[in-house]
């Protein structure tokens, strides 16, 4: 059973277009967090939510909007996608917010075309 | 300060032999700090962590040290096997979030 999951794994769109990635967690996690992969590897973080209040937003375009449903739950909807948000994008969990240690999911791959 | 996205550096270690490698962080407030592995089209996975009042902790065949005057870090791993080529992050902990280093990858020759 799939700790932190993201669908799709893959995903590929033309500049313009709007889509969104999806994330579940079955670990009873309170905290949930998406952050961004470029094509040097290096990860950033984007957002950050506790029991459905978002508590991190590190300076994304607003073009990007999580929504988190319910504590197990957060999603990512990107409006009028660019080249520059070809990346991977990973979900992550963890017990409280800035818990010692993340859960992370298998990375959902962007491609804008 | 966060870490800037440099060319991924690459740390190629014969089979059998022992892997160090080295992160430098940012805040010097930071208390707490992680090492992740992470593996082809796969996400950051936990190897083992440490708090700002030790120097040292050991797991199975890794160890970290760390030492807060440089603001340095570093990954060992003993007797390298293929299944540990991977990148390897260090993250340090800063309020609610983490902020990962620029990454090492690791090539096990045989």
């Known amino acids: 059973d799939t700790a932190v999951s993201q669908t799709p794994k893959y995903l590929v769109t033309q500049m313009g277009n709007d889509k969104s990635i999806k994330c579940e967690q079955n670990?009873?996690?309170?905290?949930m967090y998406w952050y961004k992969q470029d094509s040097k590897k290096f990860l950033k973080i984007m957002f950050s939510?506790?029991?459905?209040?978002?508590?991190i937003n590190e300076t994304v375009p607003n073009r990007f909007s999580p929504k988190s449903p319910d504590k197990a739950h957060l999603n990512l909807h990107i409006n009028s996608l660019e080249l520059g948000d070809s990346a991977v994008y990973f979900c992550?969990?963890?017990?409280?917010?800035?818990?010692?240690?993340?859960?992370f999911g298998s990375g959902t791959r962007l491609t804008v075309v | 300060g966060e870490s800037v996205g440099l060319h991924l550096p690459t740390l190629s270690v014969q089979e059998g032999d022992n892997s160090i490698i080295n992160c430098a962080y940012s805040?010097?407030?930071?208390?707490?700090f992680i090492w992740y592995k992470q593996e082809s089209g796969k996400g950051p996975q936990f190897i083992i962590d440490?708090?700002?009042?030790?120097d040292k902790r050991q797991g199975q065949r890794v160890t970290v040290l760390l030492n807060k005057t440089v603001k340095h870090l570093s990954l060992q791993i003993a007797a390298t096997q293929p299944g540990d080529s991977a990148v390897y992050f260090c993250?340090?902990?800063?309020?609610?979030?983490?902020?990962f280093g620029t990454g090492t990858r690791l090539k096990v020759l045989a």
């Open positions: 992550a969990s963890s017990q409280v917010a800035g818990g010692e240690g993340y859960t």
């Open positions: 670990l009873g996690h309170d905290t």
């Open positions: 939510y506790n029991n459905k209040e978002l508590i």
């Open positions: 805040n010097s407030a930071s208390d707490y």
């Open positions: 440490i708090r700002s009042n030790m």
């Open positions: 993250a340090e902990k800063e309020d609610y979030k983490y902020i």
